[in-house]
């Protein structure tokens, strides 16, 4: 059966609509109407250079992986949901059976499906099957597109309260203003943070992050000529600390450092910047070989920690954080398109802003034949 409509990376910036076979579920898995898709950096980086490191796409592949829908079709075994339901769909599924699995790490299992990586197709089309408990039901004032926003604010939750294991009074500093470091942010200062330091190289991203989620933000100067990058990270961790009173240890000491810009010189300042005993967690990509202090890393007693996607319990838990009002993630939905045009949504997140020159924070793409205003 097919009247599936889906979009299709072919090849390198060659996309189009295909209409593929709609999905047959089994008895625990869910099928999904999507509604709402957001689009992610890894959807772009695969649509612009047709790989991420070893995952290659190598056949057409349905992009998109931060979705959300109605149910539409239930296995005879489901229980947790039914038809008709908003769900937001965490859109990997793990074997159940190997070891990480079973020690409740199934974002670690070796065997993931995952939505649009290789060879796994998104979720960028008119229906979506997935495990029945990947389907999260959307409490009422969740908005679909709000849940199209779970899959990045999980992974906000994974880095900042499972990983940095982040409490109320609290200080954090984030490097990177981009959609993820913004929603790490927003964790923070939902978990009562003291201070949230936002960092970029953009003043404009600044100015967003200071109006929605960060106390405090930071903007680091350039590089001296002939300045090495370890010299220039000195430098801006000892300019930051001076400029906003960050110390080492007490009060005003920083927590928890999150990168998640992936640039090298933001992973070497955060080992200057973070206190004694804190701790700093990894969930930007850039450069995977650069320069940092293991020195500091043993001195110091520095928790460095390494986040990859989310795991057990944080899409619930970000749920909760909007269903509760403690994040709104209205403001982070900058540009809205209909699916037809899809392309262009692509090309405004490659670009980092639309054609009318508005900056780009995150761009939600609605399903085949919904109303790009449909909040639902």
């Known amino acids: ?16 609509y295909e209409d593929r076979a709609i999905p047959e579920i089994s008895d625990n898995e869910v099928l999904v109407k999507v509604m709402k898709t957001g689009i992610c950096g890894s959807d772009v980086h695969y649509f612009a250079h047709g790989r991420i490191g070893d995952f290659i796409v190598e056949n057409p592949m349905v992009l998109g992986h931060e979705s959300s829908g109605i149910v539409f079709k239930v296995g ?9 339901e908003r769900v937001a769909i965490e859109p990997g599924a793990g074997c159940h059976s190997c070891e990480l699995c079973k020690a409740g790490k199934y974002h670690l299992c070796q065997g993931m499906i995952f939505a649009a990586t290789p060879p796994y197709d998104g979720t960028l ?6 495990p029945a408990d990947n389907a999260y039901t959307l409490p009422d004032g969740v908005s679909l597109e709000d849940g199209a926003m779970i899959e990045p604010l999980a992974v906000g939750v ?11 009074g609290q200080a954090a500093i984030v490097f990177g203003c981009g ?10 200062k939902a978990l009562g943070a003291s201070r949230v330091i936002a960092v970029d190289i953009v003043a404009s991203r600044l100015e967003f992050a200071k109006q929605h989620v960060a106390t405090h933000t930071y903007l680091p100067p350039p590089p001296n ?11 801006n961790a000892a300019q930051l600390k001076a400029q906003l009173g960050i110390s080492e240890r007490g009060k005003d000491a920083i927590d928890l450092v999150v990168d998640a810009s992936g640039a090298e010189v933001s992973i070497q300042t955060a080992f200057y910047v973070a206190k004694a005993g804190g701790t700093i967690v990894q969930v930007g990509m850039g450069n995977p070989h650069i320069t940092i202090n293991t020195q500091m890393l043993g001195n110091k007693e520095l928790n460095y920690k390494g986040s990859f996607r989310y795991g057990p319990g944080d899409y619930p838990f970000a749920i909760d954080l909007v269903a509760q009002g403690k994040i709104d993630l209205k403001p982070f939905v900058t540009h809205r398109y209909k699916f037809e045009d899809a392309l262009v949504a692509f090309k405004a997140t490659q670009a980092g802003k639309s054609e009318d020159g508005k900056a780009v924070i995150k761009i939600v793409i609605s399903g085949p034949d919904v109303p790009v205003d449909s909040k639902l």
């Open 1 to 16: 059966m097919s009247d599936n409509p889906s979009f299709v990376l072919k090849s390198v910036l060659d996309v189009g």
């Open 76 to 84: 005879s075994k489901v229980k947790n949901v039914g038809v008709g």
């Open 125 to 130: 089309a008119r229906y979506y099957k997935v």
């Open 158 to 168: 994974h880095s900042v309260a499972t990983l940095g294991n982040f409490r109320s």
């Open 179 to 188: 959609p993820v470091g913004l929603l790490c942010m927003a964790v923070a």
């Open 225 to 235: 000529e002939g300045e090495s990058k370890i010299e220039f990270s000195q430098r």
